[in-house]
């Protein structure tokens, strides 16, 4: 398998490179045409790629221009063992300020390959494609299928990515591999809540407050209980390793219209990062109530809370452990290290195969953390070595699992 995959290595590299260049920026979210020339690469490689376009209100939807997610199918022997699929998402974050190299230019510097997307999660694609092409050289004696699910709205919540996918009928795997890094694998992670608070008063002449309802002033005590909250969430602590507490962060706030004019409407953005014990609507519920009770009736100022999304945390299945166990092995082999099951703090598409009952873990190629690859950061970027050992690590991992 080593062999393979070290034969074919500079071509993977190139793979990638290609897939770096190709901008996906999630917001705006126009991502077919990542899509297509990813498509285009693997054909390239042997593969048959399906094309799955998701109609167009699906996503408008979830605040997206186009999506068009790529299945692969390698099916083994006579098919009749575990159905296995490999999970990454195209789509990025935009690249922002910052960076020392051009972020769509694939530039390689000291071992590492520099570009948004490298390691969260264009990465991925080529650790999975690789590692099925290294595959297909066991054929004989292998017995079950490989599905390759390519995704394109991760950074939106992934419910036009493999929840579609999944819904449709397009897939029904035994097992998942969600992109990962290569030093732990992944079992559990956090959710989350988005919500917006809108505070609706009342315009007035900034010389005569009291003949308006002031709406900046209405959200004042509701902004300090939030922060009050997360003082108070911090006693918390989730009993699964990698997790810690759970978070609230009040990321946008906008409102007013000038400065000599009581403002009538104010919004706040809310991100609460739930922890696997705890649940999205009771928590979401919980939090209406904090808010809802600092605005008095009488006040001339109304409250909604809408929620934007809910993105229930990732909970260890049994299952899993299956998984983590057949990468074990060769990660002791490759990396020299004890694989160990570990938490994380953000959230991935790998909970919408967990949410319908297939065990899941996030194993794919990078570096301990994130902070270490600049994920979502200036200078993103993915060491080749982690690339090839991670390609290795998963193809031994499905070599077990299809025997």
């Known amino acids: 398998m080593k062999a393979a995959i070290e034969n074919r290595f500079a071509e993977q590299v190139e793979f990638l490179r290609e897939l770096v260049k190709v901008p996906s920026d999630n917001p705006p979210g126009d991502t077919e045409h990542h899509a297509l020339r990813t498509a285009e690469l693997l054909e390239g490689l042997g593969f048959t790629v399906e094309k799955h376009p998701v109609p167009e209100p699906f996503v408008r939807q979830n605040g997206m221009v186009s999506v068009t997610n790529l299945i692969i199918r390698e099916t083994f022997g006579d098919g009749f063992g575990p159905v296995i699929a490999l999970n990454a998402h195209g789509d ?10 051009d972020p769509y230019g694939a530039e390689i510097d000291d071992g590492a390959l520099y570009g948004r997307g490298a390691a969260v999660s264009k990465g991925d694609f080529a650790t999975y494609a690789f590692a099925l092409l290294a595959l297909r050289e066991y054929a004989d004696e292998l017995e079950g299928s490989v599905e390759l699910h390519l995704t394109y709205d991760e950074e939106a919540g992934g419910f036009v990515g493999p929840k579609w996918l999944l819904e449709q009928e397009l897939t029904k795997p035994d097992y998942a591999i969600s992109a ?7 079992t559990a992670h956090n959710g989350c809540l988005h ?28 902004l300090a209980a939030l922060y009050e909250e997360r003082d108070r969430l911090k006693s918390i602590q989730s009993d699964q390793d990698g997790i810690g507490s759970p978070q609230i962060t009040v990321g946008l706030i906008s409102g007013g219209i000038n400065t000599n004019v009581v403002p009538e409407r104010v919004s706040l ?3 609460r990062r739930l922890i696997p014990e705890e649940n999205g609507e009771q ?9 809802e009770a600092l605005v008095p009736d009488d006040c001339g100022v109304e409250v909604e809370c809408r929620r934007i999304m809910i993105a229930e945390p990732l909970r260890e299945l049994p299952g899993a452990k299956k998984l983590v166990e057949a990468l074990k092995w060769p990660a002791k082999e490759v990396l020299g290290i004890e694989l160990k099951s570990t938490g994380a703090p953000l959230y991935t598409d790998a909970r919408h195969y967990a949410e319908a009952g297939i065990p899941t873990v996030l194993y794919g190629a990078g570096p301990r953390s994130i902070l270490e690859a600049n994920a979502h950061g200036a200078d993103e970027h993915l060491q080749l070595s982690d690339l090839k050992a991670a390609t290795i690590i998963v193809a031994d991992a499905l070599k077990t699992l299809l025997r």
Not at 92 to 101: A, D
Not at 198 to 222: C, K, N, W, Y
Not at 283 to 291: F, G, T
């Open 92 to 101: 990025v974050v935009p690249p922002g300020e910052g960076w020392s190299k």
């Open 180 to 186: 990962g890094f290569s030093y732990a694998a992944t």
């Open 195 to 222: 919500m917006e608070v809108i505070f609706r008063g009342r315009q007035a002449h900034a010389a005569m407050p009291e003949s308006g309802a002031d709406a900046l002033q209405a959200a004042t005590p509701v």
């Open 269 to 271: 953005r809310v991100d």
């Open 283 to 291: 928590v979401e519920e919980q939090l209406i109530a904090l808010i």
